[in-house]
């Protein structure tokens, strides 16, 4: 069961605003059934600190990646996951998180994976949410378990693997690190533990868009026309356009996945979460450092 | 890791980390990180005075002084990173008022034995070995001063 879409007006100029709800549409709808209401975040305890009233935490890293493959969960542990969290397969999602939606970003886009149909994302987040002063709670969330299919992930549509990346050479490559990352100062984000590339520098012809350029000053979506500013005018890219973001684990590059998907209307884009962290440590790739995009590598 | 080297605090935690089942063991994080001594006043007038923490995701800031052999540790995180202030608070609660040596001897890998690899993730108790890799430092570099 599916709960009606978020009619506010200034999300209908986006290619799909059906994919966002605002602050005060969550706070009508919240405890109508059909409504799951997910608290994704990049600390592991924020959630425990205060939540929105009915929200279930799913956390990036001990939920939705494997324990120990580099991968993400299997079907099996997924369906596990999510009956355990109350949500059925035809359940709305609502995601929200810190961070300018970073981590809830990159949750929606796992979800995705798994062709879990109606998963939106709470424009602004969980500092919005706050700073409207809106409700908050420590109280734990009872939720009544539910049967969730097993269903197969399809990473064909919407996420890339080292190799697709190689082939994709001559079709536009977004990075959306910080420019410190981009140029090859730094192998992390500012202020980010190493994680462990060896290298550092961008993928040859990759544009440098900082993913939160697709945020505005209060932690929502920039609107349509600023975000065509950036990604067509800008960047150059086109309708029909084949694209592959990353990043330095695919979490930043979920959320402009996002973007260039839900609210700009690219059909074929897809996030490389091997990212800078497998790239900047893999056997002769092709790598270019600073500012400069460079040429499409030589076969 | 030697356990005759560990101080009692730092043992007790561990252990009291260690009776519990996973998710429990959040809960107790949450509850060191509510428990964050606030800074001495003359920290909080003086914020250049503390160092920051490149390992962890979030701001950290860590300041130690010695005062006569004995080691007196200061942290502050914002309340939006708990799991950044529970590490913290373990330090903070397990270190202060320790000797220079005694300090210096806790075993590094000492983040690693607290059982919250499972809970909140290898990579972000290794924010919590950086912490403690610097405190040792400052402590270093304060004697040596």
């Known amino acids: 069961m599916s709960v009606e879409f978020d009619p506010a007006e200034r999300f209908t100029a986006y290619a799909h605003p059906e994919r966002l709800v605002s602050t005060e549409w969550l706070a009508e709808h919240l405890g109508e059934p059909g409504l799951a209401v997910v608290e994704s975040d990049e600390d592991v305890l924020l959630y425990e600190t205060g939540h929105i009233p009915g929200a279930v935490k799913v956390d990036w890293h ?188 695919g979490e930043r590059s979920s959320h402009t996945w996002f973007v260039l998907t839900h609210l700009l209307g690219f059909e074929h884009v897809r996030n490389y979460d091997g990212s800078w962290t497998e790239w900047g440590s893999a056997v002769r790739v092709p790598i270019v450092s600073g500012s400069e995009r460079g040429e499409v590598p030589a076969r | 890791m030697d356990a005759t080297l560990l101080p009692a605090a730092l043992a007790d935690t561990r252990d009291d980390f260690l009776a519990l089942a996973v998710r429990d063991r959040l809960q107790l994080l949450l509850d060191f990180s509510n428990e964050l001594p606030e800074l001495p006043q003359h920290f909080r007038d003086h914020p250049d005075l503390l160092e920051r923490v490149e390992e962890c995701q979030s701001p950290v800031y860590l300041f130690v002084e010695v005062v006569d052999g004995v080691v007196r ?60 890799g610097r405190v040792k430092r400052q402590v270093r570099e304060r004697v040596a001063a």
């Not at chain 1, 995705?112 to 998963?119: A, K, P």
């Not at chain 1, 550092?200 to 979506?221: C, K």
């Not at chain 2, 608070?89 to 300090?103: A, C, K, P, Y």
């Open chain 1, 62 to 249: 001990t939920d939705l990646n494997d324990p120990v493959v580099r991968d993400y969960v299997d079907p099996e542990r997924f369906a596990a996951l999510l009956g355990s969290k109350g949500i059925a397969r035809d359940s709305t999602v609502v995601i929200y998180g810190d961070k300018n939606n970073w981590w809830a970003a990159y949750a929606l886009w796992v979800f995705t994976l798994f062709g879990h149909e109606d998963v939106r994302l709470l424009d602004g987040g969980r500092d919005l949410w706050i700073d409207e002063g809106r409700e908050i709670t420590t109280e734990p969330t009872t939720v009544t378990p539910v049967e969730y299919p097993v269903v197969e992930r399809d990473d064909a549509a919407i996420r890339a693997f080292k190799e697709d990346v190689l082939a994709h050479f001559g079709n536009p490559l977004i990075d959306v690190r910080s420019p410190e990352e981009y140029s090859g100062e730094r192998t992390t984000a500012p202020a980010y533990p190493e994680e462990g590339a060896l290298r550092a520098g961008h993928i040859p012809t990759a544009a440098s868009v900082p993913w939160a350029r697709a945020a505005a000053s209060d932690g929502r979506f920039k609107s349509r026309d600023e975000l065509d500013a950036i990604y067509r005018d800008e960047v150059g890219l086109a309708d029909g356009d084949e694209i592959i973001a990353y990043c330095r684990i």
């Open chain 2, 73 to 132: 540790l200061h942290a502050t995180a914002p309340a939006e990173s708990p799991t950044t202030r529970g590490f913290a608070s373990i330090l903070v609660q397990g270190l202060d008022g320790l000797t220079v040596d005694e300090v210096l001897a806790v075993p590094a890998d000492y983040p690693q034995s607290l059982g919250l690899g499972e809970a909140v993730s290898p990579l972000r108790v290794r924010g919590m070995t950086g912490m403690l």
